[in-house]
């Protein structure tokens, strides 16, 4: 396809699977369009500002330069968007389409997402999970350095890489976790609610040491939730990702499910 003129006439793009209206995709198409089929294929862009619609199947998009758009037939709730560097991938009615060099995101229902906005998901830090058997309650933390410490410590026995998360704030999209230290019971207390973080910093037992980590304050682009419980026999929280974890959590006595804190990759 080479443009609007070669659309001239139709009226619906017709996959084996799915119709799609033209005039529902884009009122005017773009003199540099380029339309897939539903097939699986590899549209390769110019160095003007292009639009693609790959259809269904797994396309590859290459935008090259310019300022480039990747249309998607379903509204953006539909897709789970996720990139890694300069990759981008959308996985939804349209099938699983990776994509570089396309700057921006077009959704049926009319959202629009800026690529480079996008929190780089899948090169997340993992974030290393203890538990105390002094206090019965877990330690979590991004720092190798810090891991390495408490490896050294006899009371806290290692878990492995509970979830992952952002070291800084670099995409600037970024949901600082705080961490605080009580010093009554001897536990680390986590929370991304700026409302109960400065609550929390007026309480004497509570020694504030800043930003844990950082997530995401919704599912978008990868992200799953992770659940807080708390635990009302040594008045601590329990944090997870895992959704067997959160499942088995839930039937303990002495747990209060607190809902969803926030969102990692887990
Ligand atoms: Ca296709
Ligand atoms: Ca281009």
């Known amino acids: 396809m080479d443009g609007v003129d070669a659309l001239t006439g139709f009226e619906r793009l017709q996959f084996s699977d799915r119709t799609v209206q033209v005039s529902a995709l884009i009122s005017t198409l773009p003199a540099s369009s380029f339309l897939g089929t539903s097939s699986g294929e590899k549209l390769t862009g110019t160095a003007a500002d292009d639009f693609f619609y790959g259809g269904t199947g797994n396309d590859t998009l290459s935008g090259g330069a310019g300022t480039d758009t990747a249309y998607f037939s379903g509204n953006y709730s539909q897709y789970r968007v996720t990139r890694s560097k300069d990759l981008v ?19 049926a229902d ?16 993992a974030v290393y999970r203890f538990y105390n058997k002094t206090t019965g309650t877990h330690f979590y933390t991004i720092n190798p350095s810090e891991r390495d410490a408490v490896l050294k410590l006899a009371a806290y026995a290692y878990e492995g890489e509970a979830f992952k998360a952002q070291t800084d704030n670099a995409a600037g999209q970024g949901l600082a976790v705080f961490r605080f230290y009580n010093t009554a019971t001897g536990t680390h207390f986590y929370t991304a609610n700026v409302g109960e973080r400065d609550a929390v910093l007026k309480l004497a037992n509570f020694a504030y040491e800043g930003s844990a980590y950082y997530a995401s304050a919704t599912a978008e ?19 997870t990702a895992s959704e067997t974890e959160r499942a088995a959590v839930t039937k303990l006595v002495g747990f209060v499910a607190e809902g969803i804190a926030y969102y990692v990759d887990a």
Request: negative net charge; proline residues 4%.
């Open 89 to 107: 991938l959308v996985t939804g009615p349209d099938g699983s389409d990776s994509l570089t060099g396309i700057e921006k995101l077009q959704f």
């Open 221 to 239: 682009n990868g992200y799953d939730p992770l659940y807080r419980f708390y635990n009302t026999q040594t008045g601590t929280h329990f944090y």
């Open 110 to 125: 009319g959202t629009n997402v800026d690529t480079a906005g996008l929190l780089d998901t899948v090169a997340g830090t």
